[in-house]
C-alpha cells in the first residue's frame, strides 16, 4: 500500500528523506490560504532559530519564496503577543 502525506494525499516514496519529500511539495494556495507565509517569515526570524547544515540552501530558496507571496499576498505580519 503506497504511503500517502497527510497534506494532499500524494504518494510519497518511503525510501525519500524528509527534504526530498519537501522540496517535492508544490508551492501556492495551501501555503497562501493557510497564511503561512508570514508565520514562516516570522519564524524565519528567530534569533534562536537553528537550520541544520543539509536544510540552509532550501530553507533560504523558501525564504526568498515565501517573502514573494507575502509581498503579493499583502498579508500582515505575525508580531508576539507583548
Do not use: C
Not at 525564504?63 to 499583502?74: D, G, I, V
Amino acid at each position: 500500500m503506497p504511503r500517502l502525506s497527510m497534506r494532499q494525499k500524494k504518494h510519497v516514496e518511503t525510501r525519500s528523506t524528509d527534504l526530498e519529500i519537501f522540496m517535492g511539495l508544490p508551492l501556492g494556495d495551501p501555503w497562501v490560504d493557510a497564511k503561512l507565509p508570514s508565520l514562516f517569515l516570522y519564524l524565519m526570524n528567530h534569533e534562536q532559530l537553528r537550520i541544520p547544515p543539509g536544510w540552509q540552501m532550501v530553507m533560504e530558496e523558501m525564504h526568498t519564496e515565501m517573502k514573494k507571496y507575502a509581498t503579493s499576498q499583502h498579508m500582515f505580519s505575525i508580531r508576539p503577543i507583548a
